[in-house]
């Protein structure tokens, strides 16, 4: 079945500097969803992605789609803690209403 | 308007016990799915409903989880004699017609605690 890899699984840094979570896949994609999940919280749904090569910009977060439709990113720049949680890729599985959810990436921000 | 609720917020019953977590979803929101969350992991699909079809019950771990739903309204996951590695987050999420292209809403979820 549809399986998506994410790295890195957690990324500790310094307030400020800049944050990357990639998710990749082995078959084309037909779209891709990015979740943010707070410490203790639930999923947030934060963008879809559809279109090859798409760039979407959410203020100080730009996601990407790669050309071949088969990865993304979500790049932070200058995080805050305001930041923190889990970043979570989602892409279509075997039907057409299952999302198949990546491990996520952790992001910690130290002050 | 109201976003999806699910209850108990939070639940520690003894191993062997049942248990039977609820979920409201968005009214008029056709689709409604339970994922399971272990503690630091990603999201584990479990079950999914559209409407008045035959659930997709592929994602349950075993017949002592079942699940229910009345037309689009609320649902239950039962989890029969329940076990230690039970103890998870179970979450709950509704969408407008249950496409991958439809953005999940989801409840703040129900952590079980199996003892």
């Known amino acids: 079945g549809q399986q998506v890899m994410q790295i890195p699984q957690y990324q500790h840094v310094q307030e400020g500097e800049d944050f990357t979570t990639y998710c990749n896949s082995s078959?084309?994609?037909?779209?891709i969803q990015w979740y943010k999940q707070r410490p203790g919280g639930h999923p947030v749904f934060l963008i879809q992605?559809?279109?090859?090569?798409e760039v979407k910009k959410q203020k100080r977060l730009t996601f990407q789609f790669g050309e071949a439709k088969k990865n993304s990113s979500l790049h932070i720049t200058a995080t805050q803690t305001t930041d923190v949680g889990t970043y979570f890729c989602a892409v279509p599985g075997d039907s057409s209403y299952k999302l198949i959810f990546g491990s996520g990436t952790r992001l910690l921000v130290r002050p | 308007g109201a976003g999806v609720s699910q209850s108990p917020s939070n639940k520690v019953t003894e191993k062997g016990k049942d248990v039977e977590l609820r979920c409201d979803p968005i009214s008029g929101h056709t689709a409604l799915y339970w994922y399971r969350q272990r503690l630091g992991q990603g999201l584990e699909f479990l079950i999914y409903f559209q409407g008045n079809s035959a659930p997709d019950k592929s994602g349950l771990p075993s017949d002592r989880f079942s699940a229910e739903r009345t037309g689009e309204s609320v649902s239950t996951l039962t989890i029969q004699r329940t076990q230690q590695e039970d103890s998870a987050v179970y979450l709950c999420?509704?969408?407008?017609?249950?496409?991958?292209?439809?953005?999940?809403?989801f409840g703040p979820g129900t952590r079980l605690t199996v003892l």
């Open positions: 999420a509704s969408t407008a017609t249950g496409l991958t292209y439809n953005e999940q809403f």
């Open positions: 078959t084309t994609l037909s779209n």
């Open positions: 992605l559809v279109k090859s090569g």
